[in-house]
Antibody
Framework: QLHLQESGPGLVKPSETLSLTCTVS??????????WGWVRQPPGKGLEWIGS???????YHNPSLKSRVTISVDTSKNQFFLKMSSVTAADTAVYYC??????????WGQGTMVTVSA | SYELTQPPSVSVSPGQTASFTCSGD??????ACWYQKRPGQSPLLVIY???KRPSGIPERFSGSNSGNTATLTIGGTQAVDEAEYYC?????????FGGGTQLTVL
């Protein structure tokens, strides 16, 4: 059974870059059976998909965030990453790493709260 | 861009049936799935590919998708089902979430 765990700073200053890591256990991140993604939920708001990366390295992003988001994988560490540049208070949210199966996110990390504030 | 629309709230009494709708243009041509989101917890997939239940999800959860509307139904709603419910679909390699519906069990 796959298990995902997010990690990263809980506080980021405005205009800086948010960096999060998702560590995968219970399976290989380079397996063609999986792909990986990020979802967030700002306080009091709904779920928002950020982007996904496939084992081939192909990435897809939310069009509203695309220019600020980079998703990458380190197969040697069984980790994948989210970088979001030029953050503002609107990027304050709980960030989840996810992996889909049959076009649905069946496995979620526990989530990590990121606050953007000076 | 593609959008999924959900009503903001649904209220039912314990034991009654709760129905949640999710509307999108020709949604029947896409797979819809549903998540339960309780405060402080990660979302839980309750329905995928329109009507399939993941292992461990009670049989009282069911789904359908026809025309422009996907529907999640909880039969015999229990207090433990009180949560926010989100629909989700894929459109051109992007993931779309509905705005969520808060279920109150009175």
């Amino acid at each position: 059974q796959l298990h995902l765990q997010e990690s990263g700073p809980g506080l980021v200053k405005p205009s800086e870059t948010l960096s999060l890591t998702c560590t995968v256990s219970g399976g290989s991140i380079s397996s063609s059976a999986y792909y990986w993604g990020w979802v967030r939920q700002p306080p009091g708001k709904g779920l928002e998909w950020i982007g996904s990366i496939y084992y081939s390295g192909t990435t897809y992003h939310n069009p509203s965030l695309k220019s600020r988001v980079t998703i990458s994988v380190d197969t040697s560490k069984n980790q994948f990453f989210l970088k979001m540049s030029s953050v503002t208070a609107a990027d304050t949210a709980v960030y989840y790493c996810v992996t889909p199966h049959d076009q649905a996110f069946d496995i979620w990390g526990q989530g990590t709260m990121v606050t953007v504030s000076a | 861009s593609y959008e999924l629309t959900q009503p903001p709230s649904v209220s039912v009494s314990p034991g009654q049936t709760a129905s949640f709708t999710c509307s999108g243009d020709e949604l029947t041509n896409k797979y819809a799935c549903w998540y339960q989101k309780r405060p402080g917890q990660s979302p839980l997939l309750v329905i995928y590919q329109d009507y399939k239940r993941p292992s461990g999800i009670p049989e009282r959860f069911s789904g359908s998708n026809s025309g422009n509307t996907a529907t999640l139904t909880i039969g015999g709603t229990q207090a433990v089902d009180e949560a926010e419910y989100y629909c989700q679909a894929w459109d051109n390699n992007t993931v779309i979430f509905g705005g969520g519906t808060q279920l109150t069990v009175l």
